[in-house]
């Protein structure tokens, strides 16, 4: 069966040329609707000359999002992926400024850096959206909507590490007044994001962080595929359209820099399953798209990009929020999560947070053992993936640390597509920065 598949958004129908091939319609509007994006906690007053090509902006990074979970890549493990882990997707979104995004600049740079994101192709068809719904559908005006508050910077805030590392980094040891952009995938996750969010609010004052969560809700038929890739172009465009809400031109992830630039350490990882959230060709990318859309420049930044995990959790430590981390959640099998058992253990995520956390020095109380389905050190991993994924982690740490420069750029050939993409750096000393990094 061919892996390729038309999306149909808005209500439009399917063209000719696309007979035979499975369509996946996704709506956000009407009595078809099967997909519900809702943003919390903003003030009326705010979104009052929100630019039409930022709803559309949204609209479509929903969509993204919604098709890339839509369509199956072949599996759960290793061994079912195959031919099916590279999708074709042909989107058809009608939009309020379909000349903008039929540019050759926009689509461009659209389908070129959600190809790299998520291992996927891109096809993108826009036409003119006849009857726009409110924008008002999309916000929920709460009591504390943001009136009078006006953010300095704008950090996407997973409830991960490495974000609230960034989230304290902004408004604890910068003193800087920031909007944490989230995205609410679940109950589980809300929930957690919240409880972190008043802990951090209690370290904080006076600059206390104000909160924009996302809510993308979609038909349960629609869930087949966990990867997710494309979840952090949602997540950019949410905090691009924070950002120019709060008249700033510039959004920023906080990732560690080994997940960042995401050499293969494993056989278990690679291609889109390695996560690409915050590569530098990702978010030069994310980069090039808003500032298409916008005519200005637009940043997206990872200050974290020369932090190893166990730098951060330090980070975390030194200004007075160690009792935080344990709140945070890393895990990619968010699923399974129960109320003790908030990390599985095996999956990369877990490998990265725990080994950084031990390293760092935290104490039982900061990350506790029993917060792991499996332990680290101790904990039992059958044959298969899981084993052969923490054997891979270990084997490449003990590499690289007797490994000579010439050997690490050897084996490493992925560093070479990532030094052209840091900027501000030459090629050499980008490459001796990620060396030294390793």
Known sequence: MSNERVILCGGLSASSDARGIDTVPLSLWGKD???????????????ANIAPALIDLLEIATYVYCADQATTRGGGSSREYGAKWRRQFRFHIPVREPDLWSSRPVRTALCDTLGFLSDDEYEFTFKK????????????????????????????????????????????????????????SSPKIDNRQRALLEDLKRHS??????????????????????????RSFLYASLGAVVARIFGLWRVRFYENGVVSINLP????????????????????????????????????ENPFRWKTKAEVVKSI?????????????????VWEMTTLKTHCGTCSQCIDRRFGTLSAGCADAEDPQEMYDV??????????????MLESYVG????????????????FGEVHRVTRHIQGMSVHDAATQILALY
């Open 129 to 184: 959206l006849a009857k726009p719904p409110p924008v008002d559908q999309y916000l929920d005006f709460g009591d504390e909507g943001a009136t009078g508050f006006q953010a300095e910077e704008v950090v996407l805030f997973s409830g991960g590490l490495d974000s609230l590392g960034g989230a304290i980094q902004e408004a604890i040891a910068d003193k800087r007044s920031v909007a944490l952009v989230s995205h609410r």
């Open 205 to 230: 004052p006076p600059t206390q962080p104000f909160h924009v969560p996302v809510w993308i809700n979609k038909e349960k038929a629609l869930g087949r595929e966990y990867t997710q890739r494309t």
């Open 317 to 333: 430590r030194d200004h007075g929020c160690g009792e935080l981390i344990k709140h945070t959640v890393s895990c990619t099998h």
């Open 375 to 388: 332990d680290l050190l101790r904990g039992e991993r059958p044959p298969g993936d899981s084993r052969t």
């Open 33 to 47: 609707s099967n997909v519900t994006l809702k943003v919390s906690d903003i003030s009326q007053k705010m979104v």
């Open 396 to 411: 490449m740490a003990k590499r690289v640390r007797g490994m000579t420069d010439t050997a690490f750029f050897t084996e």
């Open 265 to 300: 350490i494993s056989p278990q990882v690679v291609g889109g399953r390695a996560t690409r959230t915050t590569h530098p060709q990702v978010l030069n990318g994310f980069s090039e798209i808003f500032t298409s859309v916008l005519q200005k420049r637009f940043e997206v």
